[in-house]
C-alpha cells in the first residue's frame, strides 16, 4: 500500500509579492502599494492545496542552509507535508521569487533560483518516490530537469506522473520535453504554454497533439475562460466560478490541487476539472498563492461530495 498519495517534485522558493500600481515596462515607472511574503513554487503551493485536503503529502526538492531555507522546510512541515525527500545542502542560497502584482491581480515575477537548480540525482531515494500514488512535476530555471528525466527513467510503473511545465519547460519547446512527456499520464498546462509547446494555433488543436502523443489526460487551464479537459474520450469546455479576482498568483497551482484532488478520489476527468476550478475561484479572491486554498470540506459542500 502507498504510504503518500502526491510527492512533489519542483523548485523551492520564497515569494515576496508587491502590490504596485501597475506592471511597469522599459523606460517606465511605477509604485510600490503593499508587500507581502510567502513561501512558494508551484510545486510546493500545489503540494500544499492538496495537504489542506487532507492528502498525504511529500516532497522532493532542494534548499540551502540559510534562513530562507529554514523558513522554507518549516513552513511545509505546518502545513503537513512530509519533508524527507527535501536535500538541504550546507552551501549556496534558497531560492527567491520577486513578484510584482497590479490592481487588476496580473502579475510579472523574477525568478533567482539558487540551489534549486544544484539537486543531484544520487541525493534522492527512489523509495521515497515510488512510495506515492502520484509524482507530480513542475519546472526548474537550469538543469535539473535532468535529474526528473532519470527518475521518470527509474519510477515504478504504477507510479502516475502529473506535469504542469509551466512557461520555463513550454518555452524550450517540444524537443527538450519529449522524455518528460513520454513518462506523463496527467499534463496540466495554461493555453499560453499549450502554444508554446505544440505549436498548434488553438487549444483544441493543442489538446489532439498531445493526446496523440501518449498523454491520457490533457487539461488546459484557460484562465477567466475555465477549463478544458479531456481523456480522448471525453471533452469538456467548463466554466469558471464568477469571483472578484484579487491576486492570480497560484491560481494554476491551486487548479492543479483541486484536479488532482478529484483524481486521486476516483472522480471522472469532467468532475476532477470543476473541482480544479473551484480550488482556483477560492485562490484569487486572496493575495498569495495559498491564503484562499479550499479544505475538504468546503470542497465537499461545494460538490455534494463525500470522500
Known amino acids: 500500500m502507498k504510504k503518500l498519495d502526491v510527492v512533489g517534485f519542483g523548485a523551492l522558493n520564497v515569494d515576496r509579492l508587491y502590490n504596485v500600481n501597475k506592471i511597469a515596462h522599459e523606460d517606465e515607472e511605477a509604485f510600490i502599494i503593499d508587500f507581502n511574503q510567502f513561501c512558494g513554487g508551484s510545486a510546493a503551493n500545489t ?4 495537504s489542506r485536503l487532507h492528502m498525504k503529502t511529500g516532497f522532493i526538492g532542494k534548499v540551502a542552509d540559510d534562513n530562507d531555507g529554514t523558513l522554507l522546510l518549516e513552513n511545509l512541515q505546518k502545513e503537513g507535508v512530509n519533508t524527507d525527500g527535501v536535500v538541504n545542502g550546507p552551501n549556496g542560497r534558497s531560492g527567491n521569487v520577486l513578484g510584482f502584482v497590479d490592481k487588476k491581480g496580473q502579475r510579472a515575477l523574477y525568478v533567482d533560483p539558487g540551489v534549486n537548480d544544484l539537486i543531484e540525482y544520487s541525493e534522492l531515494e527512489m523509495e521515497y518516490i515510488n512510495s506515492s500514488r502520484i509524482l507530480h512535476l513542475t519546472s526548474f530555471v537550469g538543469d535539473s530537469y535532468r535529474v526528473q528525466e532519470k527518475v521518470l527513467k527509474e519510477i515504478d510503473d504504477d507510479v502516475v506522473v502529473s506535469l504542469d511545465p509551466g512557461r520555463i519547460y513550454a518555452e524550450r519547446g517540444w524537443s527538450f520535453l519529449k522524455n518528460i512527456l513520454n513518462r506523463t499520464d496527467i499534463i496540466l498546462i495554461n493555453e499560453e504554454e499549450l502554444k508554446l509547446l505544440t505549436e498548434k494555433r488553438t487549444f483544441n488543436e493543442g489538446a489532439e497533439f498531445l493526446l496523440k502523443s501518449g498523454i491520457r489526460n490533457v487539461v488546459i487551464k484557460r484562465g477567466n475562460k475555465g477549463a478544458y479537459v479531456t481523456n480522448g ?55 498569495g498563492a495559498v491564503k484562499g486554498l479550499p479544505d475538504q470540506s468546503r470542497i465537499e459542500k461545494t460538490f455534494y461530495l463525500k470522500v
Do not use: H, Q
Not at 479576482?245 to 483524481?263: E, H, K, M, P, R
Open 233 to 287: 474520450n471525453e471533452y469538456y469546455d467548463l466554466e469558471p466560478f464568477n469571483v472578484k479576482c484579487i491576486d492570480t498568483t497560484g491560481a494554476g497551482d491551486a487548479f492543479n490541487a483541486g484536479f488532482l484532488y478529484g483524481f486521486l478520489n476516483n472522480k471522472d476527468i469532467k468532475k476532477s476539472g470543476k473541482i480544479g476550478n473551484f480550488a482556483a475561484s477560492c485562490c484569487i479572491m486572496e493575495r
Open 47 to 50: 503540494i500544499t492545496g492538496l
